[in-house]
């Protein structure tokens, strides 16, 4: 099956840093990255669409200076969180979906970032 | 906004035991996925409906799809600590471009 690999799986920084998390679909072409942030015990709510080449789609109240996306290849989108505090604090989880007609209707995730703002 | 309710939100019970999570919404989909998803790690895919009234089994876990396609219910028989999770419906809205709404969650615990 595909293959989504997210990098880091936990990151620790001091507040007011910036970080950054990757996100590459390892066997196949992502043409869409979505991605999601996750308290515990909690749902995944949608941040952003990012389609190839162009600009995100943020979700109502997510702000987009503040988490900037950037999918500028089919295999690789990244989330920066600029200007990091204890707030932003979470789990950041991206998911892929393909261009093959036989993947159309499915998203492959990754395993997921914890963030930890100091 | 497309919000898909689960009920119930957290359940403990004993192996052994059945049981049923529902996710619910006034919204029609174009298929429904069910997660499972273990703290620290990405959701896993279990199983997509994609017709009204369609039944799907894997093992001992049941899938169904309304016949509206707006709900769905995840029926776990003789369940295990292996079962223990966060278990997470998503809905594929109709021309929604992959875009998954994720229902708001049923943390299940199983205990020996």
């Known amino acids: 099956g595909a293959v989504v690999s997210q990098h880091p799986s936990w990151v620790i920084c001091k507040s007011g840093t910036s970080v950054k998390i990757e996100c590459r679909s390892l066997?196949?072409?992502?043409?869409?990255m979505f991605w999601y942030r996750q308290f515990p015990k909690q749902s995944l709510m949608l941040m952003a669409t990012s389609n190839e080449g162009s600009k995100a789609t943020y979700e109502q109240g997510v702000e987009k200076d503040k988490f900037l996306i950037n999918h500028a290849s089919l295999t690789l989108s990244t989330l920066t969180v600029t200007s990091a505090h204890p707030e932003d604090s979470s789990f950041y989880i991206c998911?892929?979906?393909?261009?093959?007609?036989?993947?159309?209707?499915?998203?492959?995730f990754g395993s997921g970032t914890q963030l930890s703002v100091l | 906004t497309q919000l898909l309710e689960q009920s119930p939100q957290f359940l403990s019970i004993q192996e052994g035991e059945n049981l049923t999570v529902y996710c619910n919404s006034s919204?029609?989909?174009?298929?429904l996925q069910w997660y499972r998803q273990e703290p620290g790690e990405g959701p896993v895919l279990l199983v997509t409906v994609v017709t009204g009234g369609e039944v799907k089994k894997l093992k001992r876990l049941t899938f169904q799809f309304g016949d509206a396609r707006k709900d769905s219910s995840l029926h776990i028989t003789a369940a295990q600590p292996g079962d223990t999770g966060l278990y997470l419906c998503a809905g594929m809205a109709t021309g929604g471009g992959n875009k998954l709404t994720f229902g708001t969650g049923t943390q299940l615990k199983v205990e020996l």
């Open positions: 919204s029609v989909f174009s298929s």
């Open positions: 066997d196949f072409q992502a043409t869409t």
């Open positions: 998911s892929a979906s393909g261009n093959r007609l036989q993947l159309t209707e499915k998203l492959f």
